[in-house]
């Protein structure tokens, strides 16, 4: 499949380097625009401890379904310059909204017809740029629908369940760490604090608290079709938001899979979910029957007649 290197140029300036993959044959051509998740991440979802490897694998089995995909590095990861410590989580969506903007742009993409995918954070983007952006399709691998301090706690707790049983006997003073925690990241006011001796991206941590991806899912224009997928294994999002989000989200057409075994890493696991298995599960790849769920229903979506209607069933899958 072709590729090429596609900078974006983000509203401060600041080039995004990424990737964009055609499918072969002559364009235009619907286009996907990949969001990943949190920290450091290069163009293919990887961090230098996470290697999640999502990039490459859903750009080739799209453009295999004759759709383009564009993917860029975060600030301060692969390519792009910057610190990402520094970025905010606006910072993030602005980038997100720069790279959609540049890739309905490209001239070899139909610009009324661009998708969004976002996984984790890059799934919280989607739902923001769904709302207030022109967008064809969006799907949400391992979003919420709470406030993001809410999502924070539910997730310290699954994670906590996840650990030994000596470490699940400290819950009460775990938990209160934490709350001191928050507070203390709560009353920061520089891009970069230092918690517990460790610095952390105190801005991003501030303002993902106070976002509420409700508004965003309730604000998606119909009939612009939704595709939520979460893992039942999925120790740091809440697989029962996806009823949220099918509740929430106008129009009819939209799909929610909690998909039996899946994790937050987008790989199945047959044991006990807990953060320590993610090491033992990046030695895989990305679940193939989530890839052509994605593939199969943009396929459905993105080749449709553009003034078309998108469709008026509401679906959802256990």
Request: net charge positive.
């Amino acid at each position: 499949m072709p590729e090429t290197d596609l900078t974006v140029i983000a509203d401060d300036g600041t080039g995004l380097a990424g990737t964009l993959t055609l499918p072969t044959g002559p364009g235009p051509h619907p286009a996907v625009l990949l969001l990943h998740g949190s920290g450091p991440l290069d163009r293919e979802g990887n961090a230098p401890k996470l290697p999640v490897n999502l990039g490459r694998p859903l750009a080739d089995v799209l453009a295999e379904a004759g759709i383009a995909t564009l993917r860029y590095d975060r600030r301060g990861a692969g390519a792009t310059p910057g610190v990402w410590r520094e970025s905010g989580f606006t910072d993030n969506c602005r980038d997100a909204a720069a790279a959609l903007r540049t890739l309905s742009a490209h001239a070899a993409v139909r610009a009324e017809s661009v998708a969004v995918v976002g996984h984790s954070e890059g799934a919280l983007h989607a739902m923001t740029l769904a709302a207030r952006h022109d967008v064809r399709a969006v799907v949400l691998l391992a979003g919420f629908a709470r406030p993001g301090e809410e999502a924070f706690r539910w997730q310290a707790g699954s994670v906590l369940q996840g650990m030994p049983a000596p470490v699940r006997l400290l819950r009460r003073p775990l938990g209160a760490l934490g709350e001191r925690v928050l507070a203390r990241v709560e009353r920061t006011r520089t891009d970069v604090a230092r918690i517990a001796g460790i610095p952390v991206n105190a801005r991003w941590m501030r303002e993902m608290l106070v976002h509420d991806t409700r508004d965003d899912l309730a604000a998606i224009p119909v009939p612009v079709p939704v595709l939520a997928v979460t893992g039942d294994k999925d120790v740091q999002v809440d697989p029962a938001d996806l009823a949220e989000i099918r509740r929430l989200v106008p129009g009819g057409d939209t799909e929610t899979h909690r998909v039996p075994g899946l994790t937050h890493i987008l790989r199945r696991d047959g044991g006990r979910p807990t953060l320590r298995s993610y090491r033992r599960l990046l030695r895989e790849p990305v679940d193939p029957a989530l890839l052509a769920l994605v593939a199969t229903w943009l396929t459905a979506r993105m080749h449709a007649n553009a003034s078309g209607p998108l469709g008026e069933r509401r679906t959802t899958h256990p």
